[in-house]
């Protein structure tokens, strides 16, 4: 794997007069190249145009989630990841006074990785980036899209360099269209489509990023991370990465002006109160945001989609914004696979905004509900809120939210109640062994794909014609998950898919391509009629030839 850089100096290739490829996207940060890389690894020529030369080169995100390193462990770069990126043991809401009053999570834990990371993105984004030109992406750095237009049949944008009036344009003739270009979208505005304000009442934060000359200095007042419960000024303070990054965010009060903020004086006099001089290390960013939430009405206008802040933006308080757009990237790239291999029709597209736009919701409201718990000004609403988490009775975070809609068992199954913590979630991967390999799970296994996950063996005679057509057209992988040393099964190593299936009450599961779970069975003789329900969901979503012969069956 290539050693990681801050920006990228390469990409800066002379635009032709047209391009076709068979998706197109606009924008090249985390969520465009990994969309990108995704799909390529799937088989499909991808071109992405970015308007600025060179990659950013400082950092907005810097949480990682297990979800996510699953998605990065897919594109095999995961084990380079872990190298940049610091497990993050703690993250705690404290007083003024640094008394802790309690700890809380992020993510969740299932995936196979730590719960949560810290990261310095652009080393992340050199990583995703070197991946995605490895896996054949066509980049294009300081090119600006400038028109969109389509048809039944493909997706054209006319694109010139971005500092050059003069040159020459570029055609781009694609099947399929992503913006991924950020809360300020180009694409979205081009296809006329309009975000809803989720009601984020945010104020001002100053951002400030500080790189220490010794990473490896010992500064007990500098936590991992902190959210300070100040009412004079809530903040939050935190060492990253191993120590070598910082970051502070201190809410803004009323009257400071952007200039007064973001000046050096200010930012010093800041962070001084945390033991930090300028023999220390750099300020490397000192900028001034102002949070919003909101979410895009439509996803999908005809082959134009959009995706990541295009899409949603949320406050940063569950460190989820650039985490959610990476779900949609693994989302979509499965689907659009489908489509283009002539497997679906354009309707499994519409379950990408149904599946997606519920769950982003619940997160976004999940992100406003944390901040405005610590961002509380009000002195005896602070009490009252400080008492509670001292106690331990505070309101723990619920759990991420589920696939409602789509391809995935109904919310209005029978079974739904006793399924509620499996159905329509990340499935889980832990370590098991096959003829003496030890692994995760996914890389037992040369590709991503359907799978069904057993507690048991399947009895021979188990799945009829249509079942076994159904597993046969979407080349099933079988994973029998034992504690026991069974011959041509995989041996749960940590137990783990054994909790699971006690916990859960469940024998078996179906897993989508994107790791999410379809449905389960409380026995493995329901797994006929599961894949019976497979078949009809993905027949009544454009899934063709095997979904249709299945019915016919």
């Known amino acids: 794997m290539p050693a990681a850089s801050t920006v990228s100096t390469r990409g800066l290739r002379e635009l032709p007069d047209q391009l076709t490829c068979d998706v197109a996207i606009v924008g090249y940060g985390p969520v465009g190249m990994t969309c990108g890389a995704l799909l390529a690894q799937l088989g499909l020529d991808v071109v992405i145009v970015e308007r600025f030369p060179t990659r950013f080169d400082l950092p907005r995100a810097g949480h990682l989630d297990g979800e996510t390193m ?5 594109l095999g770069i995961a084990e380079a990841v872990e190298l940049i990126a610091s497990p993050m043991l703690m993250w705690e809401l404290v007083t003024a006074d640094r008394e802790v009053l309690t700890s809380i999570k992020l993510g969740e834990g299932g995936a196979g990785w730590k719960e949560d990371y810290l990261c310095y993105q652009p080393e992340l984004e050199a990583i995703v980036d070197a991946r995605a030109r490895e896996l054949g992406v066509r980049v294009f750095m300081g090119v600006t899209a400038q028109r969109i237009d389509q048809d039944e049949e493909r997706v054209r944008v006319v694109a010139r360099p971005t500092h050059d009036a003069d040159a020459r344009p570029c055609l781009i003739d694609a099947a399929y269209l992503i913006g991924a270009d950020g809360a300020g979208s180009f694409v979205r505005s081009a296809v006329g489509v309009e975000r809803r304000d989720l009601g984020f009442s945010a104020m001002d934060h100053l951002v400030v990023d500080f790189e220490h000359n010794d990473p490896d200095r ?15 000024r809530p903040s939050l303070a935190g060492r990253w990465n191993g120590g070598r990054w910082s970051r502070w965010e201190f809410a803004a009060r009323e009257g400071e002006s952007k200039e007064f903020l973001e000046s050096a004086a200010t930012v010093w006099n800041l962070i001084a109160a945390w033991g930090i001089t300028p023999e220390d290390g750099t300020i490397n960013r000192r900028a001034v945001y102002s949070f919003e939430s909101t979410l895009a009405d439509v996803w999908r206008v005809g082959r134009v989609l959009l995706m990541g802040d295009a899409a949603h933006t949320m406050p940063p308080f569950m460190g989820q914004g650039m985490l959610s757009g990476i779900r949609d990237a693994v989302n979509l790239s499965w689907k659009l696979a489908a489509v283009l291999a002539g497997n679906a029709d354009d309707r499994l597209l519409d379950t990408y905004q ?8 619940d997160i976004i409201h999940m992100s406003i509900a944390l901040g405005e718990t610590v961002l509380i000004t009000d002195p005896e609403q602070a009490r009252i809120r400080d008492e509670l988490l001292r106690s331990g009775r505070g309101p723990r975070p619920p759990l991420f939210p589920r696939l409602t809609a789509g391809i995935v068992r109904p919310l209005d199954h029978p079974d739904a109640i006793d399924a509620a913590e499996a159905d329509g979630r990340p499935a889980r991967q832990a370590r098991v062994a096959l003829d003496g390999h030890v692994d995760r799970l996914d890389n037992h296994f040369q590709r991503p794909g359907w799978r069904i996950v057993s507690r048991h063996a399947l009895p021979a005679g188990l799945l009829g014609p249509r079942q076994q057509e159904l597993v046969r057209a979407l080349d099933f992988q079988i994973v029998h998950a034992t504690r026991g ?7 749960d190593l940590d137990g783990e898919y054994d909790l699971w299936f006690r916990q859960t009450g469940r024998k078996a599961f179906v897993e989508r391509p994107d790791n999410y779970i379809f449905g389960t069975v409380r026995h493995i003789g329901e797994l006929p009629i599961l894949l019976d329900e497979l078949a009809d969901a993905l027949a009544a979503h454009g899934w063709r030839g095997i979904a249709d012969r299945a019915l016919s069956t």
Do not use: G, W
């Open 485 to 491: 040393n069974v011959p041509d099964s995989y041996l």
């Open 218 to 232: 010992d500064l007990p007042q500098l936590p991992e991370v902190y959210q300070v419960l100040d009412i004079k």
């Open 354 to 361: 149904a599946e997606r736009a519920p769950h982003v919701n």
């Open 70 to 74: 699953r998605t990065f462990q897919r």
